[in-house]
């Protein structure tokens, strides 16, 4: 069998420079994306609520973004009683201390991915100390 020649491909025109093209105007509206991505982060209001005793009106609003850690919200329930609470149990929707909500865990991480209201339930013990009694 004879040897094939190798065939070079032609290149084709070279382009012309010189003037740009020019487009035509954009016919959709584009939404402008913030300056600051923290404000596209949509922001949730937790309604915090003291699960034992439930007559107890211990009930406190905060307003987070839904990238919030529990843990800075567990952090804000003992700030909210002054430092006085310890092992606090938090749960979503209804209070269930055998699956509590983990403190590493953000509230996209738990499914809170919109705007809207959100319920908190937590219970804790009270810490005993001689300064506060």
């Not at 010189?18 to 954009?26: F, M, S, V």
């Not at 309604?47 to 804000?76: G, Q, R, S, W």
């Not at 937590?122 to 009694?133: A, G, R």
């Amino acid at each position: 069998m004879p040897a094939k020649k190798k065939v070079k491909k032609g290149k084709g025109k070279k382009g012309k420079k010189g003037k740009a093209k020019e487009y035509l105007p954009n016919i959709y509206n584009i939404p402008e994306v913030p300056a600051v991505p923290r404000l596209a982060v949509p922001n949730v209001k937790i309604f915090l609520k003291l699960a034992n005793p439930m007559t107890y009106p211990m009930e406190f609003t905060i307003t987070m973004p839904v990238t919030t850690k529990m843990m800075t919200i567990h952090d804000k329930i003992v700030d909210m009683h002054g430092g006085a609470v310890n092992n606090i149990t938090m749960s979503l929707y209804k209070f269930r201390p055998e699956n509590p909500a983990p403190l590493t865990s953000s509230l996209m991480d738990l499914g809170i991915v919109q705007e809207g209201d959100l319920n908190i339930y937590y219970d804790f013990k009270p810490v005993s100390h001689p300064l506060l009694s």
